[in-house]
């Protein structure tokens, strides 16, 4: 009898680890962002879009070789409810996070973590690139350390949009 209930408590807790890992929902941190031009918003309010957050700074190689891509994901998808926000790095100048913006044209929301709080909220992300996918419901899709795969990433945007 006891063999059978450890048994039957094994396989209980083996599938509530599964259930968890398959269907667990993993909320972004609520934070404040504030652009370049001084707009604000945060990741309550985006609720109810898609969200790529991409941590990012100006002296990242990674960084600026995904940055083109990542404007083509904006054009393509903004219109569709995919919103972009780019968080430059606390340790980026904002003059030279300005003149990157400007010159690449960026479309999308570009913010200052001046005091790194957004990038802690985040799980004190310390390397660039790192990106976040996030649902509708404000929950973290999936997250991307280094340039991402963005054959992938539109996989997922096209699927949860």
């Given at each position: ?12 807790a ?9 269907f ?13 031009a001084g ?13 790529l ?6 002296s990242?190689?990674?960084c600026?070789?995904e940055?083109p891509?990542?404007?083509k ?6 219109g ?22 400007a010159?690449?044209q ?18 004190d ?5 790192t ?21 992938e ?9």
């Amino acid at each position: 009898m006891k063999k059978g209930l450890l048994i039957a408590v094994a396989l209980l807790a083996v599938a509530g680890i599964a259930y968890s890992l398959l269907f667990g929902r993993n909320p972004a941190p609520q934070v404040q962002l504030t652009s370049l031009a001084g707009a604000t918003t945060s990741t309550a309010a985006l609720k109810g879009k898609v969200v790529l957050v991409n941590f990012w700074a100006t002296s990242c190689p990674g960084c600026v070789e995904e940055m083109p891509e990542i404007k083509k994901l904006h054009q393509q998808y903004a219109g569709k409810g995919l919103n972009v926000v780019a968080v430059a790095m606390s340790y980026d100048p904002p003059n030279y996070v300005q003149s990157y913006v400007a010159h690449n044209q960026l479309p999308f929301f570009v913010a200052l973590d001046t005091q790194g709080e957004v990038a802690k909220a985040f799980g004190d992300i310390q390397l660039a690139p790192t990106t976040f996918l996030i649902d509708k419901q404000g929950n973290i899709i999936k997250r991307y350390v280094g340039v991402m795969n963005f054959a992938e990433v539109r996989q997922l945007i096209e699927s949860h949009l």
